[in-house]
């Protein structure tokens, strides 16, 4: 199941539409690593409203994204996680520590362009 | 309720709805969490329930694929004492863990993976049970009651 990956004016935004695997997952990284910098992106965020379940390996995943996008120098933000996810997730002992999430899409755009109206990237900044 | 408690009931009530999952590969484990999800949908589960359900299928299937290859996930319905609930059971014929304390310790893994998978299992579901022979396999029993 591929992830379509839109470009919307200096963002990326990765909508997950169905249950993922592991190899999809990866995919999902590794690609995204490498659209951000090809269109020169400020931004990226990965909508996951669809997962049913964020598992270790997916969380493990998506915070490799969002490290490797950091180091890329843009940012990204995971957004959509579903209550019931969010309260698996906690339960399992997953966390996304250090990781921009927001309740939705539009929260998530409004994230990313207020990050990108302060003066550069702020180091080391671990929300 | 005396009466009751006084009779011999069979521990389980196992229903006919078993459903046998193969687990061989990566999207094994999608088609393990989803039946499993389907499975405590059809038995009354509230929506949160079934996340925490499909979730730790996910990770006890994801464990066959990553250290044994291949096994099985068995999920049935079942009840005691009036209480209803589902079971999954994760089996395999792989090399067994050999250090079953430290497997159930958080941040142990030996795979490089987050170490979360047995002893997060155990905290999302109400029972858990593991039997490991060396060399021989793994069995994860688990099960979650409606409340």
Redesign the interface.
């Known amino acids: 199941m591929q992830v379509p990956i839109l470009k919307q004016g200096a963002y990326l935004i990765a909508t997950v539409q169905s249950?993922?695997?592991?190899?999809d997952l990866k995919q999902l990284r590794d690609t995204l690593v490498v659209s951000v910098s090809k269109v020169r992106s400020r931004g990226v965020i990965v909508d996951v409203t669809a997962l049913?379940?964020?598992?270790?390996?997916a969380?493990?995943t998506l915070r490799d994204v969002a490290h490797m996008i950091r180091l890329r120098g843009a940012e990204t933000v995971i957004v959509g996680i579903?209550?019931?996810?969010a309260?698996?997730?906690v339960?399992?002992?997953?966390s996304l520590e250090g990781i921009a999430t927001s309740l939705d899409l539009e929260e998530g755009l409004a994230y990313l362009d207020r990050k990108g109206k302060r003066s550069g990237p702020e180091v080391g900044d671990q929300r | 309720m005396i009466a009751r408690a006084r009779d011999p009931a069979p521990r389980w009530a196992i229903s006919a709805d078993d459903v046998r999952v193969p687990i061989d590969r990566?999207?094994d484990?999608?088609a393990a969490?989803?039946k499993g999800?389907e499975l405590a949908a059809r038995c009354g589960f509230p929506?949160?329930d079934?996340?925490?359900i499909?979730?730790a299928i996910?990770?006890l299937a994801?464990n066959i694929v990553r250290y044994a290859l291949h096994g099985e996930i068995v999920l049935k319905l079942v009840e005691e004492n009036g209480r209803r609930g589902i079971e999954v059971v994760a089996s395999d014929d792989g090399p067994g863990i050999p250090d079953l304390t430290r497997a159930m310790q958080?941040g142990y893994s030996t795979s490089g993976?987050?170490g979360?998978?047995l002893?997060?299992?155990r905290?999302?579901m109400d029972d858990f049970e593991i039997a490991s022979d060396f060399g021989k396999g793994t069995k994860v029993t688990v099960r979650r009651w409606k409340r």
């Open positions: 249950a993922l695997t592991d190899d049913d379940v964020i598992d270790s390996f969380t493990r579903q209550p019931e996810v309260f698996s997730m339960k399992l002992g997953l | 990566d999207a484990i999608v969490r989803q999800r929506t949160t079934l996340a925490v499909a979730t996910s990770e994801r958080d993976s987050l979360l998978g002893p997060g299992t905290r999302l």
